[in-house]
């Protein structure tokens, strides 16, 4: 990780959210290869779209509002939407 803040963000992508968004979305940064979701490095989201598919769900996805704080939520989406497609 080049910084604190992205070993940070890399634990909120891997570990924090349960189940862990690794392991159902291929993400390079976070050197996560699930199969299940899209594939992030493809989708590029910005913040705001990552933040409502977390906070509502959708398709097979679950909500995670039950279980990650609004904060939480947005660290994620913060992170994937500035490491995607790099």
Known sequence: ??????LVFFC????VAKPPCAVCHTLAHAEAGGAVGPVLDELKPDA???????????????????????EQID????YV?????R
């Open 75 to 78: 660290t994620v989406a913060f």
């Open 1 to 6: 990780m080049a910084s604190d803040w992205a």
């Open 81 to 85: 939407s500035t490491v995607s497609g």
């Open 48 to 70: 705001a779209r990552v933040a409502k598919a977390m906070r509502n769900g959708i398709g097979a996805m679950p909500s995670y509002s039950a279980v990650l704080s609004a």
């Open 12 to 15: 909120s992508f891997t570990q």
